[in-house]
């Protein structure tokens, strides 16, 4: 029986919780790993049968850099939002009553049915322990509950880089694994089952296939980002096999350079460093050691520690400049929201999206936060749709394709929409986008 390529990922991750003991998994930016956890957690939710609960707290939307007291906030909102949504439960936390008290009665009641329960942690900033002592807390509690209960329950933390170091140690015993993505079967079988299967760009080769990998790397936001040019300007996969990464590459090519960018934004600049330096051919023993073993074992580099791929050396060569100060580029950032509306979705005076990058410009200066892939498509097409509603099964097929009907749940769509809802500060009452009762949601003009 054939086995999809996300189980095959799964099966290594599994294999390391039988020492029953938690893990890192670090790797680099939008490989197929933390899609193939996130597979796996639906299966979980939607099969009754299936031997593990498997629960993503994701902390990648988050910014724990304020006081401690709004770092506590945010976090125990993150949790409980997100154990409610896994667990299909409701926690009415009352201000005497123990958060670490109420998830641990959850948890063993639902360990009653005999079942196993996975906590994944994804992030992709270094979160400090000193100013975020909640999240220390926590996986101290979930790593007593795991020797309570026999290793019945684990958790393991989905990174871009190590989150523990000599300043910010691990609170409890720790595995830190380097998950290396690039495996050409693994990277193929990805694009082919998951990226283009019941997709938009349905006629492919495997030429065409093998073309997407050696451009990228094996990078799966950088093929996800060409896609979307491909289609934006209404062109086959087959356009694939004539691509040339030059100095106009990244300008016709904007979803990939959007990719890029933010690729080298979630980088620490040691790793970038290196990444330059490695580009210019300078000797390896020049290079910080930290960062070359880091991109050794992230696969970024590949056996003859060259970069992987064409768009990355093409990205440092043509289109990577030294970051000026934030100021800077937030006026440069200024005069393209003011100058170029043609580009962007206008919501009001004050608030734009960008159609492209899915940034969000409020009073002409970029925020922090851009809508993510998916989240842009439900609002293009809420947005080319306003005053009118759009049904969950037309938002399914915008962002699932054919594939829809297996791959998407009401959580899915409801957790998007609440993203989305919260980076435009659409908070209730909802005034951008509202919820029709047992059909769906609209903008309304």
């Not at 005497?96 to 063993?108: A, F, P, Q, S, T």
């Not at 997709?199 to 936001?221: A, P």
């Not at 938002?395 to 009401?410: E, Q």
């Amino acid at each position: 029986m054939k086995v999809a390529w996300h189980d095959e990922i799964f099966k290594i991750i599994e294999k390391v919780f039988q020492v029953r003991i938690p893990f890192e998994i670090v790797h680099f930016p939008s490989t197929g790993v933390t899609s193939a956890i996130n597979r796996y957690a639906e299966i979980s939710k939607n099969d009754p049968d299936f031997p593990c609960k498997c629960l993503i707290i994701d902390l990648r939307a988050a910014i724990f850099n304020h006081d401690i007291e709004f770092n506590k906030k945010e976090f125990f909102r993150i949790l409980i939002s997100h154990v409610e949504q896994y667990l299909d439960t409701k926690i009415n936390l009352e201000i005497d009553e123990n958060i670490y008290h109420i998830l641990e009665n959850i948890i063993k009641t639902y360990l009653q049915k005999k079942k196993k329960v996975l906590f994944v942690f994804y992030t992709t900033t270094q979160i400090n322990l000193s100013t975020t002592p909640e999240y220390r807390d926590l996986l101290i509690f979930l790593d007593k509950l795991r020797d309570s209960t026999g290793g019945n329950v684990n958790f393991m933390i989905a990174t871009t880089y190590p989150q523990f170091d000599d300043n910010n140690p691990a609170p409890m015993p720790l595995i830190t694994q380097y998950f290396s993505y690039y495996k050409k079967p693994w990277i193929f079988r990805s694009i082919n089952e998951d990226l283009l299967k019941g997709g938009k760009l349905k006629k492919h080769t495997v030429f065409q296939i093998e073309k997407l990998v050696d451009l990228s790397g094996g990078l799966i936001s950088l093929i996800k980002g060409l896609m979307r040019d491909l289609i934006m300007m209404d062109k086959e996969l087959e356009e694939v096999e004539t691509i040339v990464v030059d100095k106009d590459f990244f300008t016709n090519y904007p979803n990939c350079k959007q990719s890029v960018d933010r690729i080298f934004h979630q980088l620490k600049k040691e790793f970038v460093d290196a990444l330059i330096s490695i580009n210019d051919g300078n000797p390896l023993d020049t290079i910080n050691i930290k960062a070359l073993t880091y991109l050794k074992n992230t696969a970024i580099l590949d056996e003859n520690n060259t970069i992987r791929g064409q768009i990355l050396p093409g990205y440092l060569k043509y289109a990577y400049k030294d970051i000026p100060e934030e100021e800077v580029i937030k006026s440069l950032k200024t005069e393209i929201a003011k100058d170029d509306d043609v580009e962007m979705f206008l919501l009001s005076p004050k608030l734009k999206i960008d159609r492209v990058s899915g940034e969000i410009f409020v009073n002409s200066i970029p925020q922090d936060d851009y809508l993510s892939e998916k989240e842009l498509k439900i609002f293009t097409l809420l947005y080319m749709s306003a005053n009118t509603t759009v049904t969950r099964e037309q938002i399914a097929s915008s962002v699932w394709g054919d594939s829809s009907n297996i791959d998407y749940s009401d959580w899915a769509i409801d957790k998007l929409i609440s993203r989305i809802r919260e980076k435009l500060n659409d908070m209730k009452p909802n005034k951008i986008i509202k919820t029709v009762r047992k059909s769906g949601f609209t903008i309304v003009k």
